[in-house]
């Protein structure tokens, strides 16, 4: 869950606002600090700043992120079975089930994938590698919690720096599978739109041009009698709701989305989260740098929806 943290400087100060910060919010890392001051969850006076910016007087910071630290407690560890696509001595693809949320938060200390994964490593007797943020380790990248699929974990210290760097510079493939409303003229296309908070609505993203670059490419796969399409998406970019903020902003959003979807609500075909999947993803192994493409099948659920659509056409260039 999104949560906020507000700060106004009243005294005067010299510092830089990374360093200030993590002496005001002394539970956060400095490294937490600046990733968060890089990436736009840090705003002074509601801008974007650097991390050497200069504090001033009157100064009023928010820090708004949906990964807030639950420092200093001890993870819970479960045993719940988890579905493993592909592992190794370094690493394991995972099949996140729509619903789970992927680490604890302040505001989610239940049953997560990383309490699951806990339970697996120790079964199997190997550490989970940690990083700056403990509350989930083995996890490099992220995914909704209402959006399934297949999620990389990091087994090996190596193994997720590797990956951690690999997601940084975008050299990880990944596509997704969704259901959205409407229909297209084209067949393919890409989305370039920055993305950043939405300053009407703070706990939510939209296209704005103060936002961060968000490039998606999308094909349309099959149209449907009742006015839905179904989208293949690749990321070349990898920001907070990218792909359901994009499809929001070309004014095809994806089904279900209780966030971006609101006025087709009365279309919706479950209340479970929006129909979005991670279906595919093709990366080389952070050790031995052999090219690896994992996939897997859509859920159940997923594949119920379109097995009640009427298809008038399948893009054959798939």
Same mark, same amino acid.
């Given at each position: ?6 700060? /106004?400087?009243?005294?005067? &100060? ?43 007087? +009157? ?5 708004? *992120? ?5 420092? %200093? ?7 719940? $079975? ?13 099949? #996140?089930?729509? +619903? ?9 200390? =239940?049953? *997560? ?5 806990? %339970? ?5 007797? @190997?550490?989970?590698?940690? +990083? ?5 380790? %083995? ?15 990091? /087994? ?10 690999? @997601? ?15 229909? @297209?003229?084209?067949?393919? =296309?890409?989305?370039?739109? $920055?993305?950043?908070? !939405? ?11 103060? %936002? #961060? ?43 279900? !989305? ?13 209340? /479970? ?14 050790? &031995? ?21 009427? $298809? ?7």
């Amino acid at each position: 869950m999104t949560q906020q943290r507000t700060h /106004k400087v009243e005294v005067e &100060t010299a510092q830089r606002i990374d360093r200030y910060l993590s002496e005001i919010w002394a539970d956060l890392s400095r490294s937490r600090i600046t990733k968060a001051i890089k990436t736009g969850q840090v705003r002074v006076n509601d801008h974007t700043v650097k991390p050497s910016a200069l504090v001033n007087v +009157g100064d009023e910071i928010t820090f708004i *992120t949906d990964e807030p630290e639950v420092a %200093g407690k001890k993870l819970l560890v479960t045993h719940s $079975p988890l579905d493993i696509k592909y592992e190794d001595d370094d690493l394991m693809v995972v099949n #996140k089930p729509q +619903g789970q949320v992927v680490h604890p938060t302040s505001q989610n200390e =239940g049953v *997560t994938l990383v309490n699951d994964l806990l %339970g697996y490593a120790e079964d199997h007797h @190997f550490d989970l590698p940690v +990083g700056d943020e403990t509350f989930r380790p %083995g996890i490099v990248h992220r995914l909704d919690k209402d959006t399934g699929g297949l999620m990389i974990v990091a /087994k090996s210290p190596q193994a997720y720096q590797t990956l951690f760097e690999q @997601f940084q510079v975008h050299d990880i493939q990944r596509t997704y599978l969704g259901l959205v409303y409407g229909a @297209f003229s084209e067949k393919s =296309g890409t989305i370039d739109a $920055p993305i950043g908070r !939405d300053p009407k609505q703070r706990l939510r993203f939209t296209a704005i041009s103060t %936002g #961060k670059p968000a490039i998606t490419h999308f094909k349309v796969l099959q149209q449907y009698e009742e006015g839905l399409s179904l989208v293949a998406f690749r990321l070349e970019t990898g920001r907070t709701h990218q792909i359901r903020v994009h499809m929001r902003y070309i004014n095809h959003p994806i089904c279900d !989305d209780p966030v971006y979807a609101t006025e087709y609500r009365p279309r919706f075909f479950t209340d /479970k989260g929006q129909l979005l999947y991670a279906q595919r993803l093709a990366f080389n192994h952070p050790v &031995t740098h052999q090219p690896l493409m994992i996939e897997s099948t859509l859920p159940a659920t997923f594949q119920n929806v379109i097995a009640q659509l009427h $298809p008038l056409w399948t893009n054959e260039t798939d």
